[in-house]
C-alpha cells in the first residue's frame, strides 16, 4: 500500500506565504514524478506544478514566478512554495505522485487526500 500524507494548508491574506508538503510512504520501489494540482469550486481539478525524478519541472502559467516545486527523494517528499498568493489560488491542492511498487511492475498514478488553501483579500 502506499500513502500520501499532505500538510501546510491554511487560511492566508493576499501578498501572504504558505509551504505545502506532501510526504510518500509504504510500498514504494521507484517514484518517477511527482506534482500538485488543485481544485477550485466548481472547476476542474488543474496542474500547478510537477516535478521529475530527475529533477525536470513544469508549472502552469498563472503560478510562473511566484511557486516553486522541490523535492527531497530521501524522504520520498514534495514541497510546493508558494509566495505573492492571490484569491485565486484558494483551492483545495492535491498531492499527486507517479510510482511504482516493485521491480518489473509497471507505473501507476496515487493521490493525496487534498488540504484547503485559502487566500482572503
Known amino acids: 500500500q502506499v500513502q500520501l500524507v499532505e500538510s501546510g494548508g491554511g487560511l492566508v491574506q493576499a501578498g501572504g506565504s504558505l509551504r505545502l508538503s506532501c510526504a510518500a510512504s509504504?510500498?514504494?520501489?521507484?517514484?518517477?514524478?511527482m506534482g500538485w494540482y488543485r481544485q477550485a469550486p466548481e472547476k476542474q481539478r488543474e496542474l500547478v506544478a510537477r516535478?521529475?525524478?530527475?529533477?525536470?519541472?513544469d508549472y502552469a502559467d498563472s503560478v510562473k514566478g511566484r511557486f516553486t516545486i522541490s523535492r527531497d527523494n530521501a524522504k520520498n517528499t514534495v514541497y510546493l512554495q508558494m509566495n505573492s498568493l492571490k484569491p485565486e489560488d484558494t483551492a483545495v491542492y492535491y498531492c499527486k505522485t507517479a510510482l511504482t511498487t516493485a521491480p518489473q511492475m509497471p507505473w501507476r498514478y496515487y493521490w493525496g487526500q487534498g488540504t484547503q488553501v485559502t487566500v482572503s483579500s
Open positions: 509504504g510500498s514504494i520501489f521507484s517514484i518517477i514524478a
Open positions: 516535478i521529475t525524478s530527475d529533477g525536470s519541472t
